[in-house]
């Protein structure tokens, strides 16, 4: 039986997450995943998997990336490395083409968490409620998503038809306040599409929603748990952490720094 690392097992649920919504195409230097409908979004503009063994290769690479997605009338908007590391080489190159990096912590769940008491939450299924799911999306994403909000909610309600995504929405007092999800590949699980409403403690909410979610896991005697968390954002790894959930590396991933980049003129 060969052991995959948490790492190695959160790239290859990003490779098929991406595949939910994206077309491919591998050239000589990575894999591109790319949607001419969600133009705007990083993950469905994004070279994967690269890797350039040398370094006076960068510039060709990225002049074969910039062709392959201006072929189909996009500007890829994202490299993330083989394995999740980058060459000082390949950090300062991209840095110069307005590509910024960034950090995010691989966790994974170590122990079943002690159970989550949180009876004023109502937990229901999102498939049965994707109204009050793209209402609550487009709320708690706005900032994060500013002039492409429109296209990450339609992604992401296209994503529920996938049957190894299992979405949830807390309910409070009536209304829906966050989402969160499991995503199954294969035997890896991986907590995904965490968003709650501004104005919301989060501690009121998250702990007892994603204790729902690692409980479908559970039941589905998944080998493998892990979640990915923005390395800037010590809230939501002490979130993690306290629900049983350690590090176990990093991975980086380069974002252009654009305004709708792929917008149409």
């Given at each position: ?59 060709e690479a990225y002049r074969e990336c910039e062709s392959l997605f201006a072929a189909h009338g996009l500007t890829c908007l994202r490299w993330a490395p083989a394995g999740g590391t980058a060459s000082d080489a390949i950090t300062a190159f991209l840095s110069k083409q307005r590509f910024e990096p960034r950090e995010m912590c691989v966790m ?158």
């Amino acid at each position: 039986m060969i052991e995959r690392s948490a790492v190695a097992s959160l790239l290859r649920s990003s490779q098929a997450y991406a595949q939910q919504i994206c077309e491919r195409e591998t050239g000589r230097f990575g894999i591109a995943f790319f949607s001419e409908r969600f133009g705007l979004l990083p993950e469905a503009c994004q070279l994967r998997e690269v890797v350039i063994e040398r370094e006076q290769d960068i510039p060709e690479a990225y002049r074969e990336c910039e062709s392959l997605f201006a072929a189909h009338g996009l500007t890829c908007l994202r490299w993330a490395p083989a394995g999740g590391t980058a060459s000082d080489a390949i950090t300062a190159f991209l840095s110069k083409q307005r590509f910024e990096p960034r950090e995010m912590c691989v966790m994974m769940l170590s122990r079943w968490p002690e159970p989550v008491q949180a009876p004023e939450l109502r937990i229901l299924p999102v498939r049965a409620m994707r109204r009050a799911f793209g209402d609550a999306l487009r709320q708690a994403a706005a900032r994060q998503h500013p002039g492409r909000l429109d296209q990450y909610v339609e992604a992401f309600e296209e994503r529920l038809d996938d049957p190894h995504l299992d979405m949830s929405i807390a309910m409070l007092d009536g209304r829906p306040v966050a989402t969160a999800g499991l995503y199954e590949v294969g035997d890896i699980a991986r907590v995904i599409g965490l968003h709650h409403l501004p104005g919301l403690e989060p501690q009121r909410i998250l702990p007892g929603l994603i204790f729902h979610v690692l409980n479908l896991a559970r039941r589905l005697s998944m080998r493998m748990i892990v979640a990915q968390i923005d390395a800037r954002d010590p809230d939501c790894r002490r979130l993690f952490e306290e629900l049983g959930f350690v590090e176990q590396g990093r991975i980086i991933e380069f974002e252009r720094i654009t305004s709708d980049a792929n917008q149409p003129q």
